[in-house]
């Protein structure tokens, strides 16, 4: 059973930061791009960031781009979102996902991902 647990998500006014931990179990977490989506109250769940199976890729989506950083361990089975410039636009419920094949780049898309988080949630004061 592949589980993923998000942490690190809190309060933090606006130009904060805030280091979000994703966990995976369940699966040989290294072969598999994860990706990091976000859902605002009364919008579609988003794409926000995705990182290979390696690490060597990263991908963002533009409103992110230059502020937010994805990165994981692999040892550690654990990947992570670095956000940093928060602005109160990215108040929002964020979700890790796990690539449903193995290999392939993360795209922005929900259906390539087969398991998700239960989430975390961000809010940024103004």
């Known amino acids: 059973q592949v589980q993923l647990v998000e942490s690190g998500g809190g309060l933090v006014q606006a130009g904060g930061s805030l280091r979000l931990s994703c966990a995976a179990s369940?699966?040989?977490?290294?072969?598999?791009?994860m990706g990091w989506f976000r859902q605002a109250p009364g919008k579609e769940r988003e794409f926000v960031a995705g990182?290979?199976?390696?690490?060597?890729?990263?991908y963002y989506t533009a409103s992110v781009k230059g502020r937010f950083t994805v990165s994981r361990d692999n040892a550690k089975n654990a990947v992570y979102l670095q956000m940093n410039s928060l602005k109160p636009e990215d108040t929002a419920v964020y979700y890790c996902?796990?690539?449903?094949?193995?290999?392939?780049?993360?795209?922005?898309?929900?259906?390539?991902?087969?398991?998700w988080g239960q989430g975390t949630q961000v809010t940024v004061s103004s």
């Open positions: 990182i290979s199976w390696s690490g060597s890729n990263t």
């Open positions: 996902a796990v690539h449903g094949e193995r290999y392939q780049t993360p795209g922005g898309l929900e259906d390539e991902y087969d398991y």
């Open positions: 369940g699966r040989t977490f290294s072969s598999y791009a």
